[in-house]
């Protein structure tokens, strides 16, 4: 492979209160997930897990672990620590009684983070639909866009003293592209489709009267859309490659930042769904409420580039080598899936390119002029315990740093960035692979049939990372 330089490669130094933070989600960490009056959520009950772990309900127990993983996360010295609240441990059937128990352990999390120094950053909903919702229609139904709300305007009055950062729905473009953690649907088709981009246009709805509530309110609060962004890369320079690259980069990415920030659809994406007929319905008034409402920055989830070429209108668009949310699919007679050659894989065949995440955060500046934060980077890897007792993950060493690097870059372009929370603060149960799958700056050490201890071990990438925070991203080394 040949290397090349970059234009402008000045890093220039991180700005002061620089938010180095770590992530999870709510489901995927906390395990307990009948314990206290939470209800049960699609993630719950869904029929399968990941592998056929075992325990899954499990994960790390941090529900009754939070305060040994927050004095841990204090000790790396994190400055923030970015997770989501379960709505079924607020509101155990999404819409109802209020379960108070649950409303405690978020205070009691919250308060042992406060008291480490540790900014919360909340998500309000990562994946984790309560299943009585789900079981009424879900995001179809236009009663979860009120109930979304009902629980925002709850979670705003209870933590409002104590949290300012909040995100509204994780990965939305994910849900609606890949599905799989959206709710249960008997459609197919065309049907399944347009119904799809109805629970789209419902979710936007939802986040926009959030961001609304939130900044009634809470004036000091600050709020955002949390996408997952990767940067669409033309396979050549041939004018077809790059229209079917305008294509894709529209319906996966500008669609939901466009909406987010100006509150109107991205044409393309807009026009697309007219082609298909799926456009959804739209009621009176929603598009006010859509343009009305404002983040105050962009969260982003970042773990690599996608690249497309120009259709050839058969089922050679379509990838081959599987396809979960991080590669590209491709559309037949839209664009072509392609397997960039410049680019080294991970284990999962995810394309690792750190020079993609300064391309990514210079086009969503450009394109907004928001300040940015990345609530989601990292690596996935079998990661094993040594002899020595220790857990050598050097790789994810070497893939955190070149990430950083580039944010130092991209800061150096004049690009506003406040905060990095690379995925995950600790180990916890991937979307796809399971417990083995690892990301965590944390081990725990339990397997997909064995819950053994659930001991936490911190990783050298957690010794680095406290360098790296300690020199506020100067020390890379
Ligand atoms: C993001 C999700 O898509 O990617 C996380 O927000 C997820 O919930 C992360 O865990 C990594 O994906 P995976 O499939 O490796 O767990």
């Known amino acids: 492979m040949t290397t090349h330089t970059t234009p402008a490669a000045q890093a220039t130094a991180f700005p002061e209160g620089f938010l180095w933070g770590a992530s999870t989600s ?3 960490v906390e395990g307990a997930w009948d314990a206290d009056g ?5 993630i719950d009950v869904r029929p399968s897990y990941p592998e056929g772990t075992t325990d899954y309900k499990v994960a790390a127990d ?3 672990r939070y305060a040994e993983d927050v004095e841990l996360f204090g000790q790396i010295g994190l400055r923030a620590y970015r997770f989501s609240i379960a709505w079924t441990r607020i509101i155990p059937d999404g819409d109802g009684p209020v379960n108070a128990e649950g409303v405690a352990f978020y205070h009691r999390l919250i308060d042992a983070l406060l008291a480490a120094g540790i900014e919360p950053i909340v998500t309000m909903y990562h994946f984790d639909l309560p299943a009585a919702l789900d079981a009424q229609g879900g995001w179809a139904n236009r009663r979860t866009v009120d109930a979304f709300v009902r629980f925002a305007e709850l979670l705003f009055a209870e933590y409002g003293s104590k949290v300012t950062y909040w995100l509204t729905i994780n990965e939305q473009n994910m849900m609606i592209l890949h599905g799989d953690t959206l709710g249960t649907t008997t459609l197919s088709g065309d049907e399944a489709k347009r119904d799809l981009y109805q629970q789209n246009h419902h979710m936007f709805l939802a986040q926009a009267k959030a961001m609304l509530a939130c900044h009634e309110q809470l004036p000091k609060a600050k709020i955002g859309p949390a996408p997952n962004i990767a940067f669409v890369y033309p ?3 041939k004018p077809e490659d790059i229209l079917a690259a305008d294509e894709w980069q529209a319906i996966r990415n500008w669609l939901y930042t466009d909406l987010a920030v100006h509150g109107r659809y991205n044409s393309l994406a807009w026009a697309y769904l007219g082609r298909k007929g799926w456009q959804p319905e739209i009621a009176e008034g929603d598009l006010e409420i859509l343009a009305a409402a404002q983040p105050d920055f962009i969260a ?3 773990y690599a580039t996608q690249t497309v070429g120009a259709p050839s209108g058969d089922n050679g668009d379509l990838l081959v080598r599987g396809a979960d949310q991080q590669m590209v699919r491709g559309e037949v007679g839209l664009y072509r899936a392609i397997n960039n050659p410049n680019l080294p ?3 999962f065949g995810w394309e690792i390119d750190p020079v993609g995440f300064r391309t990514t955060m210079r086009h969503l500046w450009d394109r907004y002029r928001l300040p940015l934060i990345i609530t989601e980077n990292g690596l ?4 094993e315990v040594a002899e020595d ?6 790789y994810r060493i070497d893939y955190l740093r070149r990430h950083i690097e580039q944010i130092g870059l991209a800061i150096g372009d004049g690009v506003d960035v406040f905060g990095y929370c690379p995925w995950s603060a600790i180990d916890l149960i991937s979307t796809h692979q399971g417990v083995r799958k690892r990301y965590g700056f944390i081990f725990v050490d339990r397997d997909e049939f064995d819950l053994k201890g659930l001991a936490r071990v911190r990783k050298e990438s957690s010794f680095w990372y406290s360098d790296v925070i300690a020199s506020n991203g100067s020390n890379l080394s």
């Open 26 to 28: 709510a489901y995927q």
């Open 300 to 302: 982003f989830n970042y």
């Open 389 to 394: 007792g220790k857990i050598h993950d050097e």
């Open 38 to 42: 939470k209800g049960p959520s699609v």
């Open 380 to 383: 996935g890897a079998f990661d």
């Open 235 to 237: 396979a050549s320079s």
């Open 62 to 64: 941090h529900y009754h």
């Open 345 to 347: 894989k991970n284990q």
